[in-house]
T-cell receptor
Framework: GESVGLHLPTLSVQEGDNSIINCAYS??????FIWYKQESGKGPQFIID?????DKRQGQRVTVLLNKTVKHLSLQIAATQPGDSAVYFC?????????????FGQGTILTVHP | SQTIHQWPATLVQPVGSPLSLECTVE??????LYWYRQAAGRGLQLLFY??????ISSEVPQNLSASRPQDRQFILSSKKLLLSDSGFYLC????????????FGPGTRLTVL
């Protein structure tokens, strides 16, 4: 469902630092997780995904960590750049007959200062 | 390669007027299709999804409806817009069998005055 609350969480970092964005998911039956990046006025773009049979997956400058015990997902961005500034969403899928539906988290605003 | 289109990109409509937003997908067959709404500074709320022509499931009660007249065409409609219908509308698709990653369109910014 739609996120609640008036403001999205924010994270401000300096260019070159590593960023960690966290997400708590709700459904212990979820078997697929995905991170999206959304720039202002644009549709979300895929960053990286992970299935529940894994606890870590790496991409180019990004790493996703999954802790099923505490239902926590994180996105790590190495050497953050100003172009990484955006809103980041995690999403989960419960598989089965969910017809590919994703449940999105509320999002985190990442601001990278030069 | 697959592409997804939405139009119009922006729309300003008076309260009580009708609405029709269109989404089309190219380069794939029998996709699952989704409509989301995003209020300013908020996350994505799933409105409708479709697993085939003429098959529409509604996720939340609302003033909107959806239709899928063709395999790769998804339409979001309203007979009478409300102020609360303002938002950023996103269409997405995914592979029907097995894949979960959703690919999003560029979105339509709707302002109801």
């Amino acid at each position: 469902g739609e996120s609640v609350g008036l403001h999205l969480p924010t994270l401000s970092v300096q260019e070159g630092d590593n960023s960690i964005i966290n997400c708590a998911y709700s459904n212990s039956a979820s078997d697929y997780f995905i991170w999206y990046k959304q720039e202002s006025g644009k549709g979300p773009q895929f960053i990286i995904d992970i299935r529940s049979n894994m606890d870590k997956r790496q991409g180019q400058r990004v790493t996703v960590l999954l802790n099923k015990t505490v239902k926590h997902l994180s996105l790590q961005i190495a050497a953050t750049q100003p172009g990484d500034s955006a809103v980041y969403f995690c999403a989960e899928n419960t598989g089965g007959t969910s017809y590919g539906k994703l449940t999105f988290g509320q999002g985190t605003i990442l601001t990278v200062h030069p | 390669s697959q592409t997804i289109h939405q139009w119009p990109a922006t729309l300003v409509q008076p309260v009580g007027s009708p609405l029709s937003l269109e989404c089309t997908v190219e380069g794939t067959s029998n996709p699952n299709l989704y409509w989301y709404r995003q209020a300013a500074g908020r996350g994505l709320q799933l409105l409708f999804y479709s697993i085939g022509i003429g098959q529409i499931s509604s996720e939340v009660p609302q003033n909107l409806s959806a239709s899928r007249p063709q395999d790769r065409q998804f339409i979001l409609s309203s007979k009478k817009l409300l102020l609360s219908d303002s938002g950023f509308y996103l269409c997405a698709w995914t592979v029907a069998a097995g894949g979960y990653e959703q690919f999003f369109g560029p979105g339509t910014r709707l302002t109801v005055l």
